[in-house]
Nanobody, 126 residues
Framework: QVQLVESGGGLVQAGGSLRLSCVAS????????TAWFRQAPGKERVFVAA????????IYADSVKGRFTISRDNAKNTVYLQMNSLKPEDTAIYYC???????????????????WGQGTQVTVSS
């Protein structure tokens, strides 16, 4: 079993930055693919970014390309999401997810992720 705990959310003005962290405990994390998803009020949970276990492959949703960066530190069992140039439409609960399949590939489908955190709220004011 893997436990994921997100942190770093908060209230920020449009144009500002936040850095989200997700710390994993339990099973070996450094061979898991990891991703960030987000869910705005009244909407479905959608893909934001993903990174494979070697950090040599990343993918992003078009809505965040050029503004968000996903990274990880396997020694710290932590994955990060650096969010710059934030917009009000980025307001959502952000969830960390992990895929235990030891793959070089990364996935944008939430059904590919077996473990989820509880989420951290990000609010961007205009």
């Amino acid at each position: 079993q893997v436990q994921l705990v997100e942190s770093g959310g908060g209230l920020v003005q449009a144009g500002g930055s936040l850095r989200l962290s997700c710390v994993a405990s339990g099973r070996t994390f450094n061979t898991f693919g990891t991703a960030w998803f987000r869910q705005a009020p009244g909407k479905e949970r959608v893909f934001v970014a993903a990174i494979n276990w070697r950090s040599d492959t990343t993918i992003y949703a078009d809505s965040v390309k050029g503004r968000f960066t996903i990274s990880r530190d396997n020694a710290k069992n932590t994955v990060y999401l650096q969010m710059n140039s934030l917009k009000p439409e980025d307001t959502a609960i952000y969830y960390c997810a992990a895929d235990p399949r030891y793959s070089f590939y990364v996935y944008a489908n939430r059904n590919d992720y077996a473990y989820w955190g509880q989420g951290t709220q990000v609010t961007v004011s205009s």
